[in-house]
């Protein structure tokens, strides 16, 4: 693997510039975390706790389209490896809970109706199988079990069309060069080409490309830090103004976009103390930074254990867009 990489420009290309329209999306935290009030459960917790009475992905995906936005992204596997589908690779998913729809299916389908872009989150960090990520021997056993699965989300998600997006994250975790990114971008990128791919703190320092750079830290010709992908991320930080748009890959430049990701209120995950949200002044300013330079805004909405959205967040979401009307991207 390894064949397939961006093409090095100073402008964006197709899928990134269908990206840049985009603009504005939903971020779906939603697990096993949601019944533990923990944002970063460890993968000892029983499949069992997770118990939604329902799954409505119709409900999401109907706020996030009246709310104006154009795609949403699911966090189908977080750091504690628990899978929102029935994975062949572990009997650690919905399959072995109490409720065991198929998440990815529900949501994925939902928004093929509803014409907006399905993305998807995907942990690299796995605590529940590759818990000890200091023994590098495990290393390629572990990149099997995550390729397989890409493979398997894939297979769920395509039949409903197209992944506009896929968010990775946890790569902190081992050093850079311990990852099979060239792997990852190739088996995503065979089968879906247009399919945006980023990496969580995706740009390092000249230094040390391993210690990630932040936004404002930033400098046109800094290096990748996990190559090949084409977009930046670094949650839940904005983007520097001017933000720099050209990066480094072996003594060559290639644009990259940013995506700012960032909670409506304090939690990724629904907590039962999570009850004080931003303004709307906060929002729309956060809207008008994140936006601009050609970047994108994609902001999270937890659901509840009832596996539904709450109703504060449909409300506030869809005061935003009241206020933003005009400023929205279009829908196709």
């Known amino acids: 693997m390894g064949t397939l990489e961006p093409v090095p420009s100073r402008e964006p290309s197709a899928g990134q510039r269908a990206q840049i329209a985009r603009r504005y999306g939903m971020f779906v935290h939603f697990g096993i975390n949601t019944f533990h009030d923990e944002e970063w459960t460890d993968g000892t917790k029983p499949p069992e706790s997770y118990a939604p009475p329902q799954i409505d992905a119709e409900q999401w995906v109907q706020a996030a389209a009246d709310a104006g936005m154009t795609f949403l992204v699911l966090v189908c596997k977080h750091h504690d490896g628990f899978c929102l589908w029935d994975s062949a690779q572990t009997r650690y998913s919905v399959a072995s809970s109490r409720s065991n729809t198929n998440v990815v299916d529900a949501v994925a389908a939902a928004c093929a109706r509803k014409k907006i872009g399905f993305g998807i989150y995907y942990s690299l960090w796995d605590r529940h199988h590759n818990a000890e990520t200091k023994d590098a021997s495990k290393d390629a056993a572990y990149d099997r079990l995550m390729l397989a699965q890409l493979e398997e989300l894939m297979d769920i998600a395509l039949r409903h069309g197209p992944v506009v997006e896929w968010w990775f994250d946890g790569g902190w975790e081992k050093p850079n060069t311990r990852w099979p990114v060239a792997g990852i971008y190739e088996t995503i990128k065979r089968r879906d ?27 046109e010709g800094f290096p990748i830090r996990y190559f090949p992908s084409d ?93 933003l009307k005009g400023k929205l991207p279009a829908r196709k």
């Open 231 to 323: 977009f930046r991320l670094g949650d839940p930080l904005l983007p520097a103004d001017p933000d720099p748009k050209l990066f480094s890959h072996a003594g060559k430049l290639y644009y990259m976009p940013w995506e700012t990701t960032v909670c409506m209120s304090q939690k990724w995950f629904f907590n039962t103390q999570d009850t004080k949200y931003k303004t709307l002044d906060e929002l729309e300013a956060l809207y008008a930074r994140s936006t601009a330079q050609d970047n994108v805004l994609l902001l999270n909405c937890p659901p509840n254990r009832e596996g539904r959205m709450r109703a504060a967040d449909v409300k506030l979401l869809k005061d935003l867009a009241a206020r």
């Open 193 to 219: 080409a247009q399919s945006q791919i980023g990496i969580n703190w995706s740009i390092g320092l000249p230094e040390n490309i391993d210690k990630a750079a932040k936004p404002e830290q930033q400098r």
